[in-house]
Nanobody
């Protein structure tokens, strides 16, 4: 069982940056592939970024490639998402998730956090 708690969301102007964090409860954190997803009002949850258990492999949605960076610290049991050059269309609730293998599909992940709101004003 893994409990995930996101933080770092907030209100930012377009072009600004936020660093999202996801703290994991389990010492087995290092065994899990991790992902970030987001959901805007009235839209389906969508893939943002994913990282392998070692951090050696990363994947990004085309919409955030070059602007967002996913990383992890397996000593601190924490996942990060550095978001730069934010746009109003990045406004959503951002969720972190843990799963057995690195995937871009939400259904492949076993554990989810409660989400953190990111709002980008124009």
């Amino acid at each position: 069982q893994v409990q995930l708690v996101e933080s770092g969301g907030g209100l930012v102007q377009a072009g600004g940056s936020l660093r999202l964090s996801c703290a994991a409860s389990a010492r087995t954190f290092r065994r899990y592939a991790m992902g970030w997803f987001r959901q805007a009002p009235g839209k389906e949850r969508e893939f943002v970024a994913a990282i392998s258990w070692s951090g050696g492999s990363t994947y990004y949605a085309d919409s955030v490639k070059g602007r967002f960076t996913i990383s992890r610290d397996n000593v601190k049991n924490t996942l990060y998402l550095q978001t730069n050059s934010l746009k109003p269309e990045d406004t959503a609730v951002y969720y972190c998730a843990a799963g057995g293998v690195i995937q871009v599909v939400a259904g492949a992940y076993d554990y989810w956090g409660q989400g953190t709101q990111v709002t980008v004003s124009s």
